[in-house]
């Protein structure tokens, strides 16, 4: 029988800490000013109070303010606090559970008062609280030491009657003190736990992709390749919309060797040969003789060029998010100083990508086996080539075909010089690839929801998201070059809306590729997802002014979204995302709340882009932080209406007219958090 050794920290029993990523191996993620919800499991034998707070140390080592945990939900013995950081960098926490003998002390004499004992009968209660207040007294300010001693004196006068001798005790104000100041015994530590935090863009914006190759001026209707310069021309235009983030795919010289041209990659058995001077090739086959990873595309400019774009992007308040593709043309410059880096086959050839029946005879995937030391080092340097350009943000390829050693490894020596970089995980990939992504460093992640188009499907990943917001933030991409959804190709202008108003009101974080504003919904071939001559084999220049001038360009509306975005603090949350029901499966309900203050949005939108829909929707109310007969108002924020609203509320949305509500809602009192348990 092993020996039993006795632990004096583990006198209290805490169980189920949170937030915390598999069991500690990781840290739980958090953004500055984020309101951070922390539980845990608190017990003990007998029937003393037991209690709970918080010890939460910042990157510095400080140490917080005292933060007691109050009891949460509908198990007994579950304990919840907040906590907000105030820095980015590596913070910790650990849940501390202890003996609560003011709070034995206090519950005890009620009840005895209450079942009609007297003063005789409470006599050594009365001391044992005189005790307890001196106890608290020794380490007071002088305006509470004399409170407390005029407690501990009236606790012991026997000429008092038992009301009077308490009363001072029990008192309200005095009780707040002691909540504040309690006496702690038999402390228990739970481990302690690491929660990184970003900068707010971490969890919130708004995205746009586009190519700035295709920014070029059309020449006799020829287009022209775009530069950095034309393509800083389009800036003020995504800003004028509302997007925080300009998302490019890779600026670096493409491979001419095995060069796709337009629409072939989508064919199966597509020829990459068959290809003319002017075929532009894919921006993700990387490297040619004029550079690799760490150089730009002759075509675009010089490296100066681009951080003249950088600069000008900043200037409008926003900034530059760039392409991380570990992949490599056949004629990039590590095939030949590095073969070690690439798969050979059985013949001697390297392995091109391939994804059946598709081939892309343009790609080198990277191998990781032969040479990890170097090839680590390799990547590293790259991004630090780019960070010291001015990006602070990299969107990066497929990382789930890559070792999840390698992006642990890579993402925290990145944050150790530069903790405000932020990597977003392009994973398009089985659920438990894409949550490990998150649990090991990606500050946020490509989702499902492109695919999610039902209010079933909708509701049920929405509160998966929301329950992992401690290690995982969504991007919610409408589309991309890559995904043109069914639902797009056939639903008309007012699905193009439904989806920007699902991806911009569900998540802190969505974006669109650009055309999107414009429509555009005509795949290659049925049942493809590919775009009909995709922009990332071809120059796509595009007439956003006169689509704009014509009404013929959705650029308004996802600017009104982007507006109420960043009006609504609300809207920059997720973990207070929650559904309401609604009695039309054709109509989905939401809302989120900023907790501490007063702001909530609630929206109601219709997934039908064809038919009006109507149906009447039955709010949980303590959800928002109301009671459930209260009534309040709600402004539209689409179209300026106002109206009275309650738990039960008619709706009816016309898809040609306007098919979503989006209600913000000015709460009577500050949103506590949770503001209901769910």
Known sequence: MARMTRRADLRLGITDVAPVVSCGSFSARAVVGEHLPVTATVFREGHDAVAADVVWTGPDGSRGPFTRMRRYGDQPDRWLTTVVPDREGRWTFRVEAWSDPLATWHHAVEVKIEAGQGADELANDLEEGARLFERVAADAEDEWRGRLREAVTALRDGVRSLHDRVAPALSSALQQYLDEHPVRELVTPSPEYEVWVDRPRALYGSWYEFFPRSEGPVVGGTPTHGTFATAADRLPAVADMGFD???????????????KGPNTPQYPG???????????????????????????????GTMADFTAFVARTRELGMEVALDFALQAAPDHPWVEAHPEWFTTKPDGTIAYAENPPKKYQDI??????????????????VIRVWVEAGVRVFRVDNPHTKPLDFWHWLIWEVKQTDPDVLFLAEAFTRPAMMHQLARIGFTQSYTYFTWRTGRDELEEYGRELAANAHYMRPNFFVNTPDILHASLQYGGPSMFK????????????????????????????????EYLDSEKYRLRPRDWAGAEAAGRSLAPYLRRLNEIRRQHPALQQLRTLRFHAVDNANLICFSKTDPGSQDAVLVVCSLDSHNRQIGTTSLDLPGLGLDWHERFAVTDELTGARYDWGQFNYVELDPYWEPAHVFSVHLPRPVTWPPAVP
Do not use: K
């Open 245 to 259: 983030v300009v998302y490019l795919p890779p600026i670096h010289p493409i491979g001419t060797v095995n060069r």
């Open 270 to 300: 597509g020829n990459p040969h068959e290809i003319g001077p002017d075929d532009v090739g894919s921006p993700w086959a990387i490297g040619s003789a004029e550079g690799g990873h760490d150089a730009v595309h002759p075509q675009l």
């Open 364 to 381: 080198y995937p990277v191998n990781f086996d032969n040479d990890p030391e170097g090839i680590y080092a390799e990547c590293l340097r």
């Open 498 to 529: 439904i989806r920007a108003v699902l991806a911009s009101m569900m998540s802190p974080t969505w974006g669109v590729y650009s055309g999107y504003e414009l429509y555009e919904h005509v795949a290659v071939r049925p049942g493809s997802e």
